[in-house]
């Protein structure tokens, strides 16, 4: 089979995995019968796997890579479903599997793996500041095993904002979903403080681990009169949005998967650049260069995505100026 999907749920107080496989073809290091080398690449998210339909990250890379000649790929994908404390076991599976390169998504899957390993090459496919986050000494010169593409997290959540006030002119008072453990929130929460400030807005911060303290959260927001809903991309989007939804309120992040999953709107980096960026990342790390000396690059295309179901649901009227903008509507 050319491609195989499987999933193993380990009992509930033990990490849940998911695997998304795609063309395994032997062992490691084997050759293929035109004699290219079956190089081995993993992915670790900390999210969720795509729904059916939606823009797969894993996907492009494995596709890209497959146009760059590397047909006797092996790629096997893990999603920590929003798992922060799941991260280190996947970890250690992918691990396992031995891989040639490790390719990871967020800054929670990608200091798991870091301190996993220090001699596989990690290559970032969109982690917020990589700097701040101790995962590279600079964006030139790496001086590791971690290299790929810093996605520009922080002023992406500040310009998410920015728009949402815009989509609501009479916002005033903002929740905003914060990871608790996520090493990324405080350069995040640093970015979308003066933000808001700049905007009159007050912001409702809570720091929670995971879904199972969206419920609390969301009652101590009602209470509290919050009148809109900034979540962070670390944490599971689908329950945040639909409890955002029952509470009536707009809902914003700052990646494209979250208004597929009901969320309002996110103003976030174009998948497909940063995919494309990631093989040539990886292509040149398999022809031989070090991750540490191989620059972060940095993705300079951004959408605006709105789902338009959701904002009838709302009862929000999306401007024409800002439909116009928009680069992905969901009708």
């Known amino acids: 089979m050319d491609r195989f999907r499987d999933t193993a749920c380990v009992g509930a107080r033990r990490p849940v995995l998911a695997l998304l496989g795609a063309a395994l073809l032997g062992p490691a290091g084997l050759r293929a019968q035109d004699g290219s080398k079956a190089w081995r690449i993993a992915f670790l998210a900390a999210g969720s796997a795509p729904r059916p339909g939606q823009f797969s990250t894993f996907d492009a890379i494995t596709a890209g890579l497959r146009e760059r000649g590397y047909g006797a790929l092996q790629t096997r994908a893990w999603f920590a479903d929003g798992r922060t404390d799941a991260l280190p076991a996947l970890a250690q599976h992918l691990l396992a599997w031995q891989p040639d390169v490790i390719v990871t998504n967020l800054t929670p899957a990608t200091l798991a793996v870091q301190r996993a390993t220090r001699s596989i090459p990690i290559v970032m496919a969109g982690t917020g500041d990589p700097v701040a986050t101790g995962l590279v000494q600079s964006l030139a010169r790496p001086g590791g095993n971690v290299t790929g593409v810093s996605a520009l997290g922080p002023e992406l959540a500040a310009k998410s904002?920015?728009?949402?006030?815009?989509l609501q002119p009479g916002l005033k008072r903002l929740g905003v979903l914060a990871h608790a453990t996520d090493s990324f929130t405080p350069a995040m929460l640093a970015a979308v403080?003066?933000?808001?400030?700049?905007?009159?807005?007050?912001?409702?911060?809570?720091r929670v681990a995971g879904p199972g303290d969206y419920a609390a959260v969301f009652e101590r927001w009602r209470r509290q009169q919050a009148e809109a809903v900034f979540v962070q991309p670390s944490l599971p989007g689908a329950p945040a949005a639909e409890l955002a939804l029952q509470h009536g309120l707009p809902s914003c992040s700052f990646v494209r998967g979250f208004?597929?999953?009901?969320?309002?709107?996110?103003?976030?980096?174009?998948?497909?650049?940063?995919?494309?960026?990631?093989?040539?990342?990886?292509?040149?790390?398999?022809?031989?260069?070090?991750?540490?000396?191989?620059?972060?690059?940095?993705?300079?295309?951004?959408?605006?995505?709105i789902n338009l179901r959701t904002a009838r649901a709302l009862g929000v009227a999306v401007p024409p100026v800002l439909l116009a903008r928009a680069t992905e509507v969901l009708e």
């Open 193 to 206: 403080m003066p933000a808001a400030a700049a905007l009159g807005l007050q912001l409702q911060v809570e």
């Open 161 to 166: 904002i920015e728009l949402l006030r815009e």
């Open 259 to 305: 208004v597929a999953q009901g969320g309002l709107l996110a103003y976030a980096n174009d998948l497909a650049e940063i995919a494309r960026l990631v093989v040539d990342a990886v292509d040149r790390i398999l022809r031989g260069a070090s991750p540490a000396q191989l620059p972060v690059q940095q993705n300079t295309r951004f959408g605006l995505l």
